[in-house]
């Protein structure tokens, strides 16, 4: 069987070089600008002044100490000389370790600011987005882009700005000292660049390529952890594990390529540097033999050479760094423009305690625009009415209570709480009177009392025990070897079906919404389980709008209206006396459940 995944981020973002983006990098180094300069200061003054200047006092040395016009040296020179280079060398050491661990400590507060605002960024991205990514594509921006910028900001940002000031310095020196020679050696650099130029685009999309694969490895990774027991319950570890290495063995196919790219720019600097070295010896000797230059000079040119082509050589590789982190820069920004398929409403007001009056005026509603999930949905459901949504799987039970709480706007029609469009509702305050419980309860890595505790941090701990006892969960939790301090593993593997689904319903019940929301909740427990939460649902729906969602009709019997939905439209609606009474989809419904079950 083949297998292959695409992913809506699978594409190539094919855009030239853009500067735009690498401006919106900086901003995340501009609170730390102050930083930045006294590294740079500090560089320039001390380490970048000691750097040049001993050149120029191996010149003075040889020229004036060692080999003067005159013919007489002069040791007290030489000593005087060599002990100010001596100096130089330790100013330099002494500059070179503090901007090593102020670039690193800046590097890492920026990085730490760069995945908390893109985590707070898809923290707030609608239910849509996540619909189309699988999560291991959203997990590999956070973690391995982010990370693949940390080279760029630890070492390249503060020491691409010393190198080029460097470079600056050195250039004039030449200049000074000896025009024409520095002129002849300069004529390498614009070829090097124009080569180098050459291969920019190649390698950004190169490394866009590797990015790409990546991410689908650590979806297919996430995947296969996830389900786990459906691959080893169809003895499918065999396939899977090709799959998985078809993937890995293409990645490493796209790596090895862009490297081999990245790699070019090392041969284009030495070449550059070695067509400068050899004018230089051959000029510089002509000028020396001519008399017009004296070897006290031209070593200083070849050691100002070398450090000429130092900072170019950093340079080159930052900037084959540069492509590389553009690549990944381009993908987070992608996430970062991602703008809520669900917005806030400028304008919009928090509302402070809702009565619980939900009514849905002509609602019409798609995931895809072509695949209606509701058509023309009219209900108008009074505070603290318990409203049973019932039907076949994608009659659009799920949708219904997906749209009260905003999770997805309307396409037609308007939903209003307490008379008001939750449109015109800050979503914070409209969601946080809301409690929801799920079928596929998700329990979080840390306490069973963490957990209970999620929708309601402020909540005692004796409040948290009374929501555990009153939807029966207590019994269970203190059987658990530390009780309510036990530690659960991501998803609470370790507890049953059942149990997380208690801890869920003690969760909301903390919580205390006005408005609950009970989709599938009881579908997972058991029946003698299912007749205990029923003693706990009556007093957990007390004086609360509830809207239940449930395949199993016994836990809607008691529902003070039942509304029965088939393809996005409303066909029945009544208590379960009165729809029994008729003959119609309810009864149907109930007479083929009861059926399944005395068969």
């Known amino acids: 069987m083949s297998r292959q995944f695409v992913y809506q981020d699978d594409e190539l973002i094919e855009k030239p070089f853009n500067w735009k983006q690498m401006g919106r990098l900086l901003t995340f180094v501009k609170p730390y600008k102050s930083d930045v300069t006294k590294v740079v200061f500090v560089m320039t003054v001390f380490g970048m002044l000691a750097r040049l200047a001993i050149p120029f006092l191996t010149m003075k040395a040889i020229d004036n100490a060692i080999h003067p016009k005159n013919g007489d040296g002069s040791l007290s020179l030489l000593v005087i000389i060599v002990s100010i280079m001596l100096a130089m060398y330790g100013m330099r050491w002494w500059a070179q370790r503090y901007t090593i661990q102020q670039t690193n400590e800046i590097g890492q507060k920026v990085i730490f600011d760069l995945r908390a605002a893109l985590f707070r960024h898809i923290q707030s991205l609608s239910f849509r987005f996540f619909d189309k990514r699988p999560a291991g594509s959203v997990l ?74 990546q991410s689908r490895i650590n979806a297919h990774l996430n995947e296969s952890i996830q389900g786990i027991r459906v691959t080893q319950a169809f003895t499918q570890e065999k396939e899977n594990i090709g799959f998985f290495d078809g993937m890995n063995k293409s990645n490493i196919r796209s790596w090895n390529k862009a490297s081999a790219l990245n790699q070019l720019f ?10 400068g070295t050899l004018i230089l010896l051959l000029y510089g000797t002509y000028l020396i033999q001519s008399g017009t230059m004296t070897v006290g000079v031209l070593v200083a ?46 304008g919009a007001k928090p509302i402070a305690e809702l009565q619980g009056n ?116 207590h019994d269970f939790i203190a059987d658990l070897p530390n009780g309510y301090d036990t530690e659960v593993e991501e998803r609470g593997n370790a507890l049953s079906v059942g149990q997380r689904q208690l801890l869920s319903f003690a969760r909301a019940l903390l919580a205390d919404p006005r408005i609950l929301v009970l989709d599938e909740a009881t579908a997972s427990i058991d029946t003698e389980t299912e007749l205990r939460i029923q003693e706990a649902l009556a007093t957990l729906l007390q004086g609360r709008t509830s809207f239940i969602v449930a395949h199993r009709l016994s836990t809607i019997r008691h529902a003070d209206c039942i509304v029965v939905l088939d393809h996005g439209e409303i066909k029945e609606m009544g208590n379960h006396e009165e729809l029994m009474k008729r003959p119609g989809h309810y009864r149907n419904l109930v007479d083929a459940q009861y059926r399944f079950l005395s068969a």
């Not at 130029?197 to 990015?211: D, E, F, G, H, Y």
């Not at 090392?266 to 067509?275: D, W």
């Not at 050479?305 to 990944?328: A, C, D, H, K």
């Not at 949905?377 to 709480?405: E, F, P, R």
């Open 358 to 473: 939900v009514r849905l005026e002509n609602v019409t509603f798609g995931y895809e625009a072509d695949r209606p999930a509701l058509k023309g949905i009219n209900l108008d459901v009074k505070a603290g009415m318990s409203i049973a949504l019932v039907g076949h799987t994608g009659s659009g039970k799920s949708t219904i209570v997906n749209l009260i709480c905003r999770f997805y706007d309307t396409v037609e029609g308007r939903v209003l709480i307490d008379g008001t469009d939750i449109r015109d509702i800050t979503i914070d305050s409209l969601r946080s009177q809301i409690g929801i419980v799920l079928q596929d309860t998700f329990i979080f890595s840390g306490t069973i009392r963490d957990n209970i505790r999620y929708g309601r941090p402020d909540a005692t701990d004796a409040e948290v025990e009374a929501a555990a006892r009153s939807v029966r969960a």
């Open 140 to 213: 590999v921006r956070v973690t391995n882009d982010v990370n693949s910028l940390q080279d760029m900001f630890t070492n390249g940002v503060v020491n691409s700005a010393i190198d080029i000031v460097q470079l600056i310095g050195i250039t004039v020196i030449l200049l000074v000292i000896e025009p024409k020679l520095g002129l002849a050696i300069m004529i390498t650099v614009p070829l090097m660049f124009i080569v180098s130029s050459a291969l920019r685009k190649n390698i950004r999309m190169a490394w866009q390529v590797v990015r790409i694969k």
């Open 301 to 346: 040119f070849i050691t100002y050479v070398g450090s000429f082509w130092e900072p170019i050589t950093r340079l080159g590789n930052m900037y084959s760094q540069l492509l590389i982190s553009m690549s990944s820069a381009e993908r987070i920004f992608e996430f970062m423009d991602e703008r809520p398929a669900v917005p806030e409403k400028e």
């Open 266 to 275: 090392g041969p284009i600097i030495e070449v550059t540097s070695a067509v």
